[in-house]
Each structure stands twice: as C-alpha cells, then as structure tokens.
C-alpha cells in the first residue's frame, strides 16, 4: 500500500507529528500513552516495514528493559513499599510502575520520530523553515539525517575493508583493533569530505542570501485544508479536555486516575484517531484506488 499521507502538504505532516510527539510526551495518562504506543509502532512498521520490527527487537525491547529495571532502584517515592533492597533503600509499587510508564515513553517518542524523520524529508524541512531560518533549517535537516547516512556508510566501509580481508569480526584483539581504527579514520574522512562537499555546494546556490528564490512542487490543496483542519481540531479537543481533568492520573505519591466518564471516553477516542491518521488515510486512498481500478 502506498503512502498517501507523506504526499500531504509537509505543513500538514509537520504539525499532524508535532501535535502527536507533543500530547505523547506531556500525557502521563497510562491508557493514552498505550494508544501512542501502538499506533506509533503501526505507522512506523507502515513506512519501514521489516526494520521497525527489528529495530524493536534489537534495541528497543532490551532499552525498555533496562530502564523498568533501573528507575525502581533510583526512585524511591510513593506509598506502597513491597520490599527493601539490600542497601536498605524502599522498593516502592509506584516506582515500579512509573519504570513500565517512562519505558514506553521512551520507546513511543523514538518510534514518532523514526515516523517523522521518514516522512519528514530534507527538502520538506528546507521549504518549511528555509525563509524564516535558512541555516537552522539547514542544520536541522542535516541532523535528522546524520544518524542514517552515517549508519548506512559504515556499513559499506565495513564490506569493503572485508573484502580486502580486514574482517573486524576475525583475528586477534590487536589486529581487530586496527581494524576498527582504519574504518573510523576513513568515516572521518568521508564526513568532512561530505560537509565540505554541502557547504560549496550550498554557498554556490546562493542558499541564505537576501531576497533568494526557492523552487517548489508542494501546494497546498483542498484534501491538505481538511486533514490540517481535522487536526488542529482534534487537537483543540484534546487540550480542553485535558484542561477539564478528563484523563487525570498520577503516580505519586500513589497511583491515582480520575473517574470514567464521557469525557474520558471521547478523549481516548479523539486521541487514537488523531494517532491513527497516517493509517486511516492510507486506508482510504487505498480503498478509492482499488474502486477505481474495478470501475475500468
């Protein structure tokens, strides 16, 4: 299924991503942070398939881990004492908790950004803030790029010293560390080669200079002004329903929610379909494509 989200307007994706990673981090309602979750690992298996899923395995799964079992041992607070550590210090139930509740935050805000930075191109970062702030657009668009391209030249580094028989995984201690040194030296290389490379290229297009024109292919259509306006309502509604403690909870000095009601019905479910809109989109489009195909 393709992406029809990430055809939207990048004023419509930029702020659907800063509304959501917003409300998953300021919302300490369990429930809420457990429809972040899954809806963030949905649209993040949706745009990268099989490496979400990994990347979940490998690296988020055993960070989740360590953080449910580091906070209990730093975090003393609360009420409920269900036993003593061996240096004396309390083993609370609301510090256990609070452990499972800040490991998938931590998980929920990587899988968001993994989302954003897929969707979220240079190009789109570039148009957005390039007029208000030519060399922070530049440089934020270069960081949330940093992390992959740097990822993706290591690993052809890595394959080409094997192929010349510099294995890092084969030989002794030492000859595994020269190795590594060789392959770093030539990372180094190849960065500042690259920044050089940007910065000519960037100075010869006159990026940052008074009154500099921009080509563009986004415009902002009908389809972007209703899915802009249904988040932006979405999101309204969720604030003031928020100011109106409808999804109150809290973990010390004991874990406490407010009382179900109809407002805490509909911000759960103003807040999964507000999480759930790059899907629900693709779904759509999806759907009319596949009738239209049937219509021919």
């Given at each position: 299924?393709k992406?029809?989200f990430?055809?939207?307007h990048?004023?419509?994706?930029?702020?659907?991503?800063?509304?959501v990673?917003?409300?998953?981090?300021?919302?300490?309602?369990?429930?809420?942070?457990?429809?972040?979750?899954?809806?963030?690992?949905?649209?993040?298996?949706?745009?990268?398939?099989?490496?979400?899923?990994?990347?979940?395995?490998?690296?988020?799964?055993?960070?989740?881990?360590?953080?449910?079992?580091?906070?209990?041992?730093?975090?003393?607070s609360?009420?409920?004492i269900?036993?003593?550590l061996?240096?004396?210090?309390?083993?609370?139930?609301?510090?256990?908790?609070?452990?499972?509740?800040?490991?998938?935050?931590?998980?929920?805000v990587?899988?968001?950004?993994?989302?954003?930075?897929?969707?979220?191109?240079?190009?789109?970062?570039?148009?957005?803030?390039?007029?208000?702030?030519?060399?922070?657009?530049?440089?934020?668009?270069?960081?949330?790029?940093?992390?992959?391209?740097?990822?993706?030249?290591?690993?052809?580094?890595?394959?080409?010293?094997?192929?010349?028989?510099?294995?890092?995984?084969?030989?002794?201690?030492?000859?595994?560390?020269?190795?590594?040194?060789?392959?770093?030296?030539v990372?180094?290389?190849?960065?500042?080669e690259?920044?050089?490379?940007?910065a000519d290229s960037?100075?010869?297009?006159?990026?940052?200079l008074?009154?500099?024109?921009?080509?563009?292919?986004y415009?902002?259509?009908?389809?972007?002004?209703a899915?802009?306006?249904?988040v932006?309502?979405?999101?309204?509604?969720?604030?003031?329903?928020?100011?109106?403690?409808a999804?109150?909870?809290?973990?010390?000095?004991?874990?406490?929610?407010?009382a179900?009601?109809?407002?805490?019905?509909?911000?759960?479910?103003?807040?999964?379909?507000?999480?759930?809109l790059?899907?629900?989109?693709?779904?759509?489009?999806?759907?009319?494509?596949?009738?239209?195909?049937?219509?021919?």
């Amino acid at each position: 299924m393709k992406d029809s989200f990430s055809r939207l307007h990048p004023v419509v994706c930029f702020f659907f991503y800063l509304f959501v990673i917003l409300f998953s981090m300021l919302e300490n309602n369990p429930f809420c942070l457990s429809i972040s979750l899954v809806c963030a690992f949905v649209n993040a298996v949706a745009l990268n398939g099989k490496k979400t899923i990994v990347f979940t395995v490998k690296y988020l799964i055993p960070t989740m881990l360590m953080v449910i079992i580091i906070n209990p041992l730093f975090n003393h607070s609360g009420v409920t004492i269900l036993a003593y550590l061996p240096w004396g210090n309390p083993l609370t139930l609301e510090s256990v908790l609070y452990g499972f509740f800040a490991a998938a935050l931590l998980c929920t805000v990587v899988l968001w950004f993994s989302s954003f930075n897929k969707v979220m191109t240079t190009d789109k970062l570039v148009y957005l803030f390039g007029r208000l702030s030519p060399s922070l657009s530049l440089l934020f668009s270069m960081s949330l790029r940093l992390v992959p391209k740097l990822s993706a030249q290591t690993k052809e580094v890595k394959e080409s010293q094997k192929a010349l028989g510099r294995d890092i995984s084969r030989g002794s201690v030492f000859q595994r560390l020269k190795t590594a040194a060789k392959i770093i030296s030539v990372m180094i290389s190849r960065m500042l080669e690259d920044s050089m490379e940007t910065a000519d290229s960037m100075k010869s297009r006159g990026y940052g200079l008074k009154g500099r024109t921009a080509f563009s292919l986004y415009t902002f259509r009908e389809r972007d002004f209703a899915v802009l306006s249904a988040v932006v309502i979405m999101s309204l509604s969720l604030i003031g329903l928020k100011l109106c403690h409808a999804v109150d909870f809290k973990f010390f000095p004991m874990v406490k929610g407010g009382a179900f009601s109809a407002e805490t019905a509909a911000c759960y479910i103003i807040y999964a379909l507000l999480m759930l809109l790059p899907v629900i989109i693709n779904v759509w489009e999806g759907i009319k494509w596949k009738r239209l195909q049937s219509a021919i």
